[in-house]
């Protein structure tokens, strides 16, 4: 992402139905810091890509890797958000595996995890389709999450 995207991510993750599982959508303000910490991160192989739709070439959500500190030491999740409009294609499912096997092959990362509310099952269908169980349920940043987890074949 760079700060061009900025006015398209907003559509994303400004919008109240698509960031149901937040707190609340993202002010403007809110996503131009979004976009800033995830350039910030890509020098270390980390941080959500935008999700282009290949027919149009129009941003239509992010995804990417990112290390999460959520009960002990960081864990690389898979992270991902896709405009509500766009949802139910499998396009998560395919940029959530794409950054699966980036971390393992790319990052060597021993497993990956994602971090999902309980009340979302779509998410929790990509997560489960990539092949992540839950692992554990956690209270984190004032809500319950289940952390789906996978680990690399032959990693503990």
Known sequence: MTPHDAPALRAVLGDEET?????????SAEVDEWITRQISRYPSGAG??????????????DCGPVWQAIDGPAELEIGYHVHLHH??????????LAV????FSTLGCGHVV??????????????EKNGLT????????GYDHCIYRLAKAGAP
């Not at 960031?19 to 002010?27: A, E, K, L, N, V």
């Not at 959500?48 to 959500?61: E, H, M, P, V, Y």
């Not at 839950?134 to 940043?141: I, L, S, T």
């Open 19 to 27: 960031m149901r599982w937040y707190p609340r959508g993202f002010t």
């Open 48 to 61: 959500l890509l935008g999700l282009i739709l290949k027919s149009t070439g129009q941003l239509i959500g």
């Open 87 to 96: 949802r139910n294609q499998g396009i998560a499912t395919e940029a959530a």
């Open 100 to 103: 699966r096997d980036y971390a």
């Open 114 to 127: 994602s971090i999902i509310r309980p009340e979302n099952l779509p998410s929790r269908r990509v997560a």
């Open 134 to 141: 839950v692992d554990r349920v956690v209270f984190w940043r």
